[in-house]
């Protein structure tokens, strides 16, 4: 799907093709969010929030600590799918890295170990309860483009 620039870049008004008003429409339709870096961090709460790193699909920033919690209907297990993901590769993943924890923060329990590497690509995690929240972990050096969660 293309951005909103994109699809208005060097035009007047928007084109009246079938397709790029399909992709207006989606783009004006999804919501998207960008882990927050800076504290307070984000609440999300509408179901089907993409959450992107920052600067996806470019590389992130170094040296970064973001954070942000999803909470599910109160009724509703908890479940994130990463469409995408590129974070820096490194056997404990230690450096840059993904971690989810299954409650309001970043003291409640991990899901799974740290994220990091390419392979979370297409994975789907589930939490306990109706809340997750994620912490995303950057060192000073080399950098990826991120991931995309849905």
Partial sequence: MMSLPSLLAGQDRISSTPQNLI?????????????????????VTVNGTTIISPNYPYDYEGNKDCQVTIRFAYNQVGAIMFE?????RDTTC??????VHDGNDTDSPMIG????????????LKSTGNVMTLHFHT????????????
Avoid at 139 to 150: A, E, L, P
């Fill in 23 to 43: 992709e207006l429409i989606e783009f004006l339709a999804s919501e998207s969010v960008t882990i927050d870096c800076e504290a307070p961090f984000q609440v």
């Fill in 84 to 88: 995408a993901f590129d974070v820096k």
């Fill in 94 to 99: 230690s450096f840059d890295y993904l971690a």
């Fill in 113 to 124: 170990p740290k994220l990091c590497g390419t392979s979370p690509a297409g994975t789907t």
């Fill in 139 to 150: 060192d000073r050096t080399v950098t990826r483009s991120g991931f995309k969660i849905d």
